[in-house]
């Protein structure tokens, strides 16, 4: 998400928030990037990923769209600490693209 208020003629690092957590980025941990420009960072990512994907569990209410992809899916989805949902499908594409990325020192987590 981008900071309200933020001049769209002159985005800093720091205007750009985690939806889940809203954290500012500065350049110094992970954000992926869904639609619309929505962002999940590395943190919240590794949260999201160890509960829907390792566990199986799902924390949204039914009939939830995913801020990421901005659909209703019929997946398990998490919901972080600021209302923000993710499908399990967004979680598994952002940590496979957060994974392989050589600029990070993020991984999978793993059960």
């Known amino acids: ?3 309200p208020g933020a001049d769209h003629e002159d985005m800093q690092v720091s ?11 500065d350049g110094a941990f992970p954000m992926v990037e869904g639609h619309q420009g929505s962002l999940i960072c590395g943190s ?3 949260i999201a990923y160890t ?10 209410p039914a009939n939830t769209k ?4 901005l659909e209703e899916r019929p997946d398990n989805m998490w919901v972080g600490e600021k209302g ?3 499908c399990e499908r967004c979680i598994k594409q952002g940590a496979g693209r957060l994974h392989k990325d050589e600029d990070w020192d993020w991984k999978k987590p793993v059960g």
């Open 1 to 3: 998400m981008q900071r």
């Open 15 to 25: 205007d750009f928030l985690c939806d889940f957590c809203h954290r500012e980025w």
């Open 44 to 46: 919240c990512l590794t």
């Open 51 to 60: 509960e829907t994907v390792l566990r199986n569990m799902n924390s949204a």
């Open 66 to 69: 995913c801020t990421m992809c």
């Open 84 to 86: 923000a949902a993710a």
